[in-house]
């Protein structure tokens, strides 16, 4: 990823404390919960502790549309530090409930096993020294493909009051390879890891916040009304290194600075804005984009905080417009209040999954 994330292993969640479904309990064949997920529907969190063997966990229930679900988990991937299935696992499922006797087990000798559940976990994201490579996949209809080594340089998030969010993201990647057996055309059939399909639905970009606040004061306290759309921009330059190790494909990836830049159009109402441009002023500038509530109060969210500073800031007036607008661009500047030249926070239901058997 172009961002670091701030304590990835212990993210917060919503709520701040887990929802106990199942105290520690010795493990059984089947087991069922004493204490159901709350309504919309939560993810699960599956802790084993003293197993002598490795094994799976079965999950049977129902989502938040009432539909059947289940999956399994396989406890015991050395990569994931699970020895003899010892560790944490999250459901890929969200549940509104669990069946009685719909946690199944095999294997996992002498252990224990706890559930607890949560809404949604909050990120924090920075900018970071180092560049996070990642390794994608995807099923196109015809072929099954990876591609590994990947990293994204440029992300840009467009919105407008009238349209979808969107998130665009271009980068480099070290290969294109197709997964399974090659002299069969097409491959109809997925070969990549399945996964649930989540309930997070597409952002209007309408349902969108935004507050311009003196860089001395607190962000996200004065609300501005007067943003129509706008785009927000990451860049980092990388450039794939090749290196002499008898390969053609890049080994190493070097990067250049980061920038974060902001364009946007406002309805030109007052001049408030154009003497911060005139004067020079930072101010901090947060973008709060709502999704799909994900329970008790919470709701899917991202949020924006840059400590903005405008490079134009262009009127527009003709007596066929409805009203005056202004066109302002502008770049995130570092700022010791939030520790960096942006941060994004992200609240939704998806934490990094132990892939089903």
Same mark, same amino acid.
């Given at each position: 990823?172009?961002?670091?994330?701030?304590?990835?292993?212990?993210?917060? @969640?919503?709520? *701040?404390?887990?929802?106990?479904? !199942? +105290?520690? =309990? /010795? &493990?059984? $064949?089947?087991?069922?919960?004493?204490?159901?997920?709350?309504?919309?529907?939560?993810?699960?969190?599956?802790?084993?502790?003293?197993?002598?063997?490795?094994?799976?966990?079965?999950?049977?229930?129902?989502?938040?549309?009432?539909?059947?679900?289940?999956?399994?988990?396989?406890?015991?991937?050395?990569?994931?530090?699970?020895?003899?299935?010892?560790?944490?696992?999250?459901?890929?499922?969200?549940?509104?409930?669990?069946?009685?006797?719909?946690? @199944?087990?095999? *294997?996992?000798?002498?252990?224990? !096993? +706890?559930? =607890? /559940? &949560?809404? $949604?976990?909050?990120?924090?994201?920075?900018?970071?020294?180092?560049?996070?490579?990642?390794?994608?996949?995807?099923?196109?209809?015809?072929?099954?493909?990876?591609?590994?080594?990947?990293?994204?340089?440029?992300?840009?998030?467009?919105?407008?009051?009238?349209?979808?969010?969107?998130?665009?993201?271009?980068?480099?990647?070290?290969?294109?390879?197709?997964?399974?057996?090659?002299?069969?055309?097409?491959?109809?059939?997925?070969?990549?890891?399945?996964?649930?399909?989540?309930?997070?639905?597409?952002?209007?970009?309408?349902?969108?916040?935004?507050?311009?606040?003196?860089?001395?004061?607190?962000?996200?306290?004065?609300?501005?009304?007067?943003?129509?759309?706008?785009?927000?921009?990451?860049?980092?330059?990388?450039?794939?290194?090749?290196?002499?190790?008898?390969?053609?494909?890049?080994?190493?990836?070097?990067?250049?600075?980061?920038?974060?830049?902001?364009?946007?159009?406002?309805?030109?109402?007052?001049?408030?804005?154009?003497?911060?441009?005139?004067?020079?002023?930072?101010?901090?500038?947060?973008?709060?984009?709502?999704?799909?509530?994900?329970?008790?109060?919470?709701?899917?969210?991202?949020?924006?905080?840059?400590?903005?500073?405008?490079?134009?800031?262009?009127?527009?007036?003709?007596?066929?417009?409805?009203?005056?607008?202004?066109?302002?661009?502008?770049?995130?500047?570092?700022?010791?209040?939030?520790?960096?030249?942006?941060?994004?926070?992200?609240?939704?239901?998806?934490?990094?999954?132990?892939?089903?058997?």
């Amino acid at each position: 990823m172009l961002n670091s994330v701030t304590n990835p292993s212990t993210p917060t @969640t919503s709520p *701040g404390s887990p929802v106990t479904c !199942l +105290a520690a =309990t /010795a &493990v059984a $064949a089947s087991m069922s919960l004493t204490t159901q997920p709350t309504a919309p529907g939560m993810k699960l969190i599956l802790v084993v502790a003293a197993s002598t063997a490795v094994g799976t966990i079965g999950i049977a229930g129902k989502d938040v549309f009432g539909n059947n679900i289940s999956e399994t988990i396989t406890a015991g991937i050395t990569a994931l530090g699970a020895v003899n299935g010892n560790a944490t696992y999250y459901s890929s499922n969200i549940y509104s409930l669990v069946n009685a006797s719909g946690i @199944t087990t095999t *294997g996992l000798t002498s252990g224990t !096993l +706890a559930i =607890t /559940a &949560v809404f $949604a976990w909050n990120r924090n994201f920075l900018p970071a020294i180092s560049t996070f490579t990642q390794t994608l996949e995807w099923f196109t209809g015809s072929e099954s493909a990876t591609v590994p080594f990947t990293d994204l340089s440029e992300y840009e998030f467009d919105f407008d009051v009238q349209k979808e969010f969107v998130l665009k993201c271009k980068g480099i990647a070290q290969d294109r390879l197709p997964i399974g057996n090659r002299s069969t055309t097409p491959l109809t059939v997925s070969q990549v890891v399945a996964l649930s399909q989540q309930v997070d639905r597409p952002d209007a970009s309408w349902a969108c916040q935004v507050f311009i606040d003196p860089i001395s004061g607190t962000p996200g306290t004065t609300s501005f009304g007067s943003m129509l759309n706008g785009k927000i921009k990451i860049t980092q330059p990388t450039e794939g290194v090749h290196s002499l190790q008898n390969k053609q494909v890049y080994t190493q990836v070097a990067r250049g600075k980061w920038e974060i830049t902001l364009d946007a159009k406002l309805i030109y109402d007052n001049i408030l804005q154009l003497e911060q441009f005139r004067q020079d002023n930072k101010q901090y500038v947060q973008l709060n984009f709502y999704g799909r509530s994900v329970g008790s109060n919470s709701l899917q969210q991202v949020t924006f905080i840059i400590p903005f500073k405008f490079q134009t800031f262009a009127v527009t007036s003709t007596p066929s417009m409805k009203f005056p607008e202004a066109d302002i661009a502008g770049i995130g500047e570092y700022d010791p209040g939030i520790g960096a030249s942006y941060k994004m926070t992200w609240n939704n239901s998806v934490q990094a999954p132990n892939y089903t058997s």
